[in-house]
């Protein structure tokens, strides 16, 4: 079968190849020559969103585990095979997607995508192996719960999503839950959440395309499996009021505060407009609006930013800074200022302009690298952005007029409606 | 297609600012780091932090640039920008898109010759600054790692942190900062790096117009203690409230010019997988271990969740640095006795062909890896002619490749020794109990 490189239009831009295989793989290919390297992305859509009910933790576990061996290879195979290739395997679990990622040489690319497509398909998870990954998972939980950061923020988002929304769940589960999980728990969850029809496989690099379509056709062309139910997520609820909690950790030296709204789904039309207004607000150059703020002029924080997360269901926008336990107050009245003026004002022209043309600009350099590029075709792909979305893409950044820009800010960020998490040796 | 034979131009102006410039067409991107030759080791009693204060305030407005204008300029061309400082190095960087070249090459003559040091400006960045270490006291690990090398070093100025100690930023003054600023920031004593999709003759022509006319400072006159051999075993105890234990195991190690480096770097590679050589980019990805003689021996028993191996570049001895975080509920004996075990077994009997082999095709790799970008292509050019000469760095490969199994048995037997470690321990207290906030999981 031929691989179709031609968007519904000549153009340039990285004018990815896609097809989707029989079985429902998509394969996602463009080829590049900066470096004799090949980046391999396979994503699964069974992020942390499907575990089981009351087993939140399990996709978790089954991402430190799925590599340890499969049917034909044991895991000890699998290291020397990575290993001795130099190639760090990465798995991580995000909400919607478990991911396997990896760089290699563009001559060991075909072996290692055999693997990889090993491991997704067939893992063993054999049962000591599964023992000692729950012990990192327990270990990592225990680091967590040391760590402000970690703590104010999985506190937003559990006040933020609350009831068991997936996106309001810790994505390595409790030390309770991951002690009761047992191969079986994982086996069942491969069983029911992976699938040929759920998977997109990007390879980007030192590899012809049709070549690295062959391959992945080669590799997942005989995998079978039901085609999982798709997971629903519910809206979130919209908060009424403000709400502020204090999570005390008395034995560290800095709070940690994490300060959000929940917002829009990444499909929705105002995306863009949100998009741009967080830009201003807390990512700019040092921080946007708070970086100037709470960090140059008022000397307060060294990291002071905020992030957008829109996604399949309506994400956060957390604002997040690290001050002394001595400013957390301010730092928290400075914040709500400068999201009562924007509310109140909106951006300036020159705002919305700079930060554009920064979007608009930074793309270069966001495809420079194999890698990059991957990640961005696999996010056209689970949004459904189209394969000319690099093209098009300025185009709905300057679209976006300031009067949509103010009506996201009064819409996503209100004050009296936020809700506020202080992290670290701070007593209310 | 990048390569570590690509052409690298060398040239030096007449004050004394050398330039390297590698071209590099595969993206509409340039690269432009400035390096100086001055970092934590350069301080002295009641200026520890300097060097990285420095770093801050010269992002804050120049006598050509407001200090309201200092953000926007590189944003503009979609544009990243920063800086850090370490031990032996302090850099500033901007990518961008190409026709941003003549704006990073107008920022960076402005940051070694025009910075303002604001009195309030540097008032305002003391705070942030103090921000930032409490920040990092938060991590058990960097405390420990930070306790670990002041422990290991009684003289040499590698000891102390590079983000100073608490008093020394609490009382350091603005005229202290610009002294400082003013001894370094001088032609004669940075290295001008440029990478990407630019006219090498008009990018150097550039450089001159912009850099030309500086004037060279001083030379600055280094008198560096040199650490005294280190005779016996120390050990550090760290007891605050946590919920998780670290150890760590340093070994006083060569630095980037001395022929045990690269059979060193092997080593690590056997122990805990390859890192390469770029601190700015590869130590964020974490290496290949699965087969690795330390994971095998600690992760695979369950001992430890994470282990790790430390060998950095540097211009003077460092350390090579061993650490582990262990299992809930191991204790921390049994992860140091598993750990000494393997390193005892190396340090005898050296390592096997196989895995010298595997450790050269981890880096080969790897240095394939570290040069997927401009900016890291850039790094590296920087880094090395900062703490030694670039050409180091251009014949990585070939040093490498010619690690032989003896080479490594050399180095494990003379590094590798109890006289010459330092142990250290975070061991955790139990955190007080303390109210979980209402209606939170």
């Known amino acids: ?428 | 297609m990048h390569t570590a034979s690509a052409a690298v131009r060398e040239t030096t102006l007449d004050n004394g600012l050398k330039v390297l410039l590698r071209e590099e067409h595969a993206a509409p991107l340039a690269s432009v780091w400035c390096w100086y030759k001055v970092g934590s080791k350069d301080e002295g009693p009641g200026l520890t932090g300097v060097s990285h204060w420095c770093e801050h305030m010269n992002f804050k407005g120049t006598a050509h640039i407001p200090r309201d204008q200092v953000k926007g300029i590189i944003e503009q061309y979609g544009g990243s920008w920063n800086g850090y400082t370490w031990i032996d190095q302090t850099t500033y960087l901007e990518t961008a898109t190409r026709d941003a070249l003549d704006r990073m090459l107008f920022i960076e003559s402005e940051r070694m010759a025009s910075c303002l040091y604001h009195p309030d400006d540097c008032e305002s960045e003391r705070t942030v600054i103090i921000s930032e270490l409490q920040g990092g006291e938060n991590d058990p690990d960097q405390l420990l790692d930070q306790e670990l090398t002041a422990t290991a070093f009684k003289a040499h100025p590698y000891r102390h942190p590079t983000i100073g100690w608490l008093s020394d930023l609490q009382t350091m003054t603005r005229d202290d900062l610009y002294g400082y600023y003013r001894r370094y920031y001088i032609p004669n004593n940075a290295t001008l790096v440029i990478v990407g999709d630019v006219d090498g003759d008009e990018a150097l022509r550039q450089v001159d117009h912009y850099f030309g006319g500086i004037a060279p400072g001083p030379s600055i006159a280094r008198r560096a203690t040199a650490e005294p051999e280190q005779s016996g075993e120390r050990r550090l105890l760290l007891r605050k409230e946590g919920t998780t234990a670290y150890l760590k195991v340093a070994y006083h190690a060569p630095g980037i010019a001395h022929p045990h480096f690269f059979p060193l770097l092997i080593l690590d590679a056997v122990l805990t997988g390859a890192k390469g050589l770029n601190l700015w980019a590869s130590f964020r990805v974490p290496p290949p271990q699965r087969s690795t003689r330390l994971y095998r021996a600690l992760v695979e028993r369950g001992l430890a969740s994470y282990v790790s191996g430390s060998l950095l570049p540097t211009a003077d001895p460092f350390l090579f640095t061993l650490s582990a975080t262990a299992t809930d509920g191991e204790r921390l004996s049994s992860v140091e006795a598993a750990l000494l075990e393997v390193l005892d077994d190396v340090r005898r009997n050296g390592i096997t062909q196989p895995e010298l082999a595997k450790a050269k095709a981890q880096l080969k790799a790897r240095l394939v890896f570290d040069g997927d970008s401009i900016t890291n292509i850039a790094h590296q050019l920087g880094y090395f002619e900062t703490i030694a000469t670039v050409g180091l760095f251009l014949n990585a490969p070939a040093a490498i490749a010619a690690v032989t199994l003896e080479d490594v048995a050399a180095a494990a037997r003379s590094i590798l020794t109890q006289e010459n470690r330092t142990i250290g321990w975070f061991d955790p207290l139990p955190v007080r109990d303390e109210p979980r906030p209402n209606g939170v999981a």
């Open chain 1, 1 to 428: 079968m031929a691989v179709n490189t031609s968007g519904p239009r000549a153009r340039a831009g990285l004018a990815p190849a896609r097809e989707r295989l029989d079985n429902g793989v998509v394969f996602l290919g463009k080829q590049t020559q900066t470096t004799p390297a090949v980046a391999i992305n396979l994503a699964v859509r069974a992020g942390s969103i499907v575990d089981p009910p009351g087993a939140p933790g399990t996709t978790w576990l089954l991402s430190r585990t799925i590599d340890r061996g499969t049917l034909t290879q044991p895991a000890n195979a699998i290291a020397e095979a990575l290993d001795s290739r130099g190639i760090t395997l990465s798995i991580t679990v995000s909400r919607h997607l478990f991911s396997l990622v990896c760089t290699c040489l563009a001559e060991d690319f075909d072996p290692v995508l055999a693997l990889l497509g090993d491991i997704i398909m067939a893992p063993a998870l054999p049962e000591p192996e599964v023992a000692i990954r729950k012990g990192e998972v327990i270990t990592a939980i225990r680091q967590d719960d040391d760590n402000p950061g970690v703590r104010a923020t999985e506190t937003l988002m559990a006040m933020l999503y609350p009831d068991g929304h997936p996106y309001g769940r810790r994505t390595k589960g409790s030390i309770d839950i991951v002690e009761s999980l047992t191969r079986d728990h994982l086996a069942g969850l491969h069983a029911a959440r992976f699938a040929p029809s759920v998977l997109t496989a990007v390879i980007v690099g030192d590899v012809d395309t049709t070549r690295a379509r062959d391959a992945v056709a080669r590799v997942f062309d005989g995998w079978r499996a039901p085609v999982p139910s798709a997971p629903a997520v519910a809206s979130p609820p919209v908060p009424r009021e403000r709400r502020r909690v204090v999570v005390p950790m008395m034995n560290k030296a800095q709070a940690d505060i994490a300060y959000g709204f929940t917002t829009i789904r990444r499909n929705d039309p105002s995306y863009y407009a949100y998009w741009l207004m967080n830009n201003a607000l807390g990512q700019y150059s040092i921080g946007g609006r708070l970086g100037d703020r709470i960090r140059e002029r008022q000397g307060m924080a060294y990291y002071v930013s905020s992030a957008l997360d829109a996604n399949i269901a309506e994400g956060p926008l957390v604002i997040r800074a690290g001050v002394s336990p001595a400013n957390v107050d301010r730092a928290i009245a400075s914040i709500d200022e400068e999201l009562a003026l924007l509310r109140r004002d909106g951006l300036t022209a020159k705002e919305l302009d700079e930060s554009r043309r920064y979007l608009i600009g930074s793309m270069p350099r966001a495809l420079e690298t194999n890698a990059g590029i991957a990640n961005f075709l696999q996010t056209e792909e689970i949004f459904g952005l189209g394969l000319d979305y690099d093209v098009r893409l300025p185009d709905l950044l300057s679209a976006v007029t300031l009067d949509e820009t103010h009506a996201a800010a009064r819409q996503a960020v209100d004050p009296d409606r936020a809700t506020v998490v202080i992290a670290g040796p701070y007593e209310s």
